[in-house]
């Protein structure tokens, strides 16, 4: 505790003696940092080395993105003698692990080392994170190009920093996805998992069954509120979607691969399942040869505490031999393509009624002696990891997998709770942290007058708060955690990194950085910081974090007003007369007691005479509501 104290202490008398001169906002923040004086300044005569062939790729594209900023000539080259030097450790130092790295930067040059070329990697992103900002530049910028003389011991704290992209509800292309890719590793994400397939999109070709792609991959054109739209017209013409062809799948891989990301391919089974169906009416119980791939329709019921029922049939049929055969197909083409130790096959919100009335599941039921049909998916799951077991593959599901009974092998991702990953890790499984409450990045994150339109809401400070291994779990079997971002309101690439970043960063640090250096509000300065580089990357994020957090509560009949931000040090000014807010309207100051009458509250924050974020209108009805 002692060591730790002094630590802390040391990175603060840094940081208050050259805090001035060059801040340093990495994020995630590493496991140990140290500033040692002075700077290291990049010129036209720079090289990057690298000590083994393994470690070009990273070197060429280190390169490419110091030269498109910089305009110098910067070359690589396999030596140890650049004034950047990407050295593979001659034996490996046990701190560092698989991906961790150790950086000294001096007024002569850097070197990064590591064991493995995963660790030279993360080094390069903390070193284009140590440049100023304008390294995000698409074009060359002229300014000194210095980076501060520091020393770093860095590695990750959990092995598994993911974050899901659903290809299924909006179809994201290739280039697109290689985009996402880009960022996510550069806060040292290393897992992407596609959610290739759901009731709105097949998005991978499988060339043993065509009509997944002819048929599934399309819809028919809706705009709107997803969920609210109307079904498919008889004839109507199927023209929204797409797929990646095996080749384009390879060619994100390889992407992915040297950026040391794994992608992880799901295919949903046996519910969320219209697409395959739409394509192959055979494979469910009710065989309806008129399913269509849904464009986002009102077809299920949700009844407020986890059950549901599907108004159309979007299940797999667990009791015909020829679901089997069929998805044996499609794991036999995934597992050739996908080098991915995990397949992910779903698992989640499987609807049973038509189950319930299938005649061959009724046989199945009694065959197997099973007398509620829910367990009827814990057979399904077994099967489905017999295939994936002859494939070389392990199965990972959504959390719901646990409840049918599955073999000790099987990896959950906990998404309800975090009391489905503790329980799953005290039953032996591995788990994957990515609980709705902390990682569901498709959530609001800001005032929900002002954010586009979702059942549910999840800020920044949420996510950073967020703890992988909670009190009861056992640790050795959190693999880590994942940020998800479903896309039924995602209809753009825009869109996406609005609403992961910066979420997504606080959830890199929470992966990556040691629990005990957790701070927010350091923490949410970083990010500040990390806004300018995404500007002139051209990268979007969201601003909610500067917006005010009204809450409301009522008592003896009257409202009062509670205001705070998730960003400190910021001023909230409030009108309730129906005129504008600004810095010379009344400040809050304190829980406010709303006057009789219909009021309107408007308001905005500011700092340094400045307004920020956005205005806030909350008319009697939106009060009345909270
Ligand atoms: C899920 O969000 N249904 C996994």
């Known amino acids: 505790m002692i060591k730790k104290l002094s630590f802390f202490a040391l990175i603060f008398v840094c940081t208050m003696t050259y805090g001035q001169e060059s801040a340093i906002n990495l994020i995630p923040q590493p496991a140990e940092i140290q500033k040692t004086g002075g700077s290291f300044q990049l010129s036209s005569s720079s090289k990057i080395s690298y000590s ?11 390169a490419a993105k110091l030269k498109t900023a910089t305009g110098f000539s910067i070359k690589s080259e396999q030596n140890t003698s650049g004034s950047i030097q990407l050295n593979l450790n001659k034996g490996p130092v046990e701190k560092l692990g698989r991906e961790g790295y150790s950086f000294v930067s001096s007024s002569k040059g850097v070197v990064i080392s590591a064991n493995e070329p995963a660790g030279l990697f993360y080094g390069a992103q903390t070193l284009l994170q140590l440049l100023p900002p304008e390294i995000e530049s698409k074009s060359a910028v002229k300014i000194k190009w210095t980076l501060p003389c520091v020393k770093i011991t860095d590695y990750p704290r959990f092995s598994w920093r993911g974050m ?6 909006n179809f994201f292309t290739k280039e697109e996805v290689m985009q996402y890719i880009d960022q996510i590793s550069r806060f040292k994400y290393n897992t992407l998992h596609l959610h290739l397939t759901d009731d709105n999109g097949w998005r991978i070709e499988i060339k043993s069954l065509p009509k997944l792609t002819e048929v599934g991959a399309w819809r028919v054109p809706r705009a709107g509120h997803f969920g609210e739209r109307s079904d498919p017209k008889p004839g109507e013409k199927a023209t929204v979607g797409g797929f990646y062809t095996q080749e384009d799948m390879k060619e994100i891989i390889r992407y992915a691969q040297d950026r040391f990301v794994t992608i992880i391919p799901e295919i949903e089974t ?16 009710t065989k309806n040869p008129d399913a269509k791939v849904n464009p986002g329709t009102p077809f299920s019921e949700w009844y407020g505490n986890g059950t549901f029922k599907m108004l159309v049939d979007n299940t797999l049929n667990p009791s015909d031999e020829k679901v089997y055969q069929f998805l044996d197909k499609v794991f036999t083409e995934l597992a050739a393509i996908f ?13 049973k009624g038509y189950w319930l009335q299938d005649e061959g599941c009724q046989a199945l039921m009694k065959k197997l002696n099973i007398r509620h049909v829910e367990d009827l998916q814990g057979y399904f799951m077994n099967r489905i990891e017999s295939i994936l077991k002859a494939k070389g593959k392990k199965l990972l599901g959504w959390d719901e997998i646990l409840e049918g009974g599955i073999s000790p092998d099987a990896t959950l991702m906990s998404w309800r709770s975090l009391q489905g990953g503790i329980e799953a890790s005290r039953m032996g499984h591995d788990v994957i942290m990515s609980p709705l409450q902390y990682c569901y990045i498709d959530y609001q994150q800001g005032d929900q007058t002002i954010e ?18 909670p ?6 079997h959190i693999l880590g955690g994942q940020a998800n971002l479903w896309t039924e309101q995602v209809p753009t690439f825009r869109h996406a990194e609005y609403m992961t970043w910066p979420r997504g960063w606080a959830l890199a640090e929470v992966l990556w950085s040691p629990k005990e250096s957790k701070e927010w509000t350091g923490f949410v300065k970083r990010a500040e910081k990390q806004f300018d580089r995404d500007d002139l990357a051209g990268i979007n994020h969201s601003l909610a974090v500067y917006d005010a957090i009204i809450t409301v509560a009522r008592t003896a009949g009257k409202m009062t007003v509670n205001m705070d931000t998730e960003m400190p040090g910021l001023e909230i000014f409030y009108t309730i007369d129906d005129t504008m807010p600004d810095s010379k309207t009344m400040k809050y100051s304190g829980p406010v007691v709303l006057p009789e009458g219909p009021v309107t509250l408007r308001v905005i924050t500011y700092r340094n005479g400045k307004p920020l974020g956005h205005l806030i209108t909350l008319d009697p009805q939106e009060l009345a509501k909270r």
Do not use: W
């Open 164 to 169: 899901m992209l659903d290809v299924s509800r």
């Open 471 to 476: 009190e009861g779990a056992v640790a050795k």
């Open 52 to 62: 083994n062939q393994e470690c070009r790729k990273i070197a060429e594209l280190m």
């Open 452 to 469: 586009p339109p979702l059942y549910a809401g999840l800020r920044m400070n949420t996510c950073y708060s967020f703890e992988p291994v």
């Open 339 to 351: 080098p991915a130790q995990y397949i992910h096959v779903g698992g989640d919100e499987c609807y």
């Open 270 to 285: 046996p519910g969320h399942s219209l697409a395959a169906v739409a394509s192959y009416p055979e494979l469910s119980c």
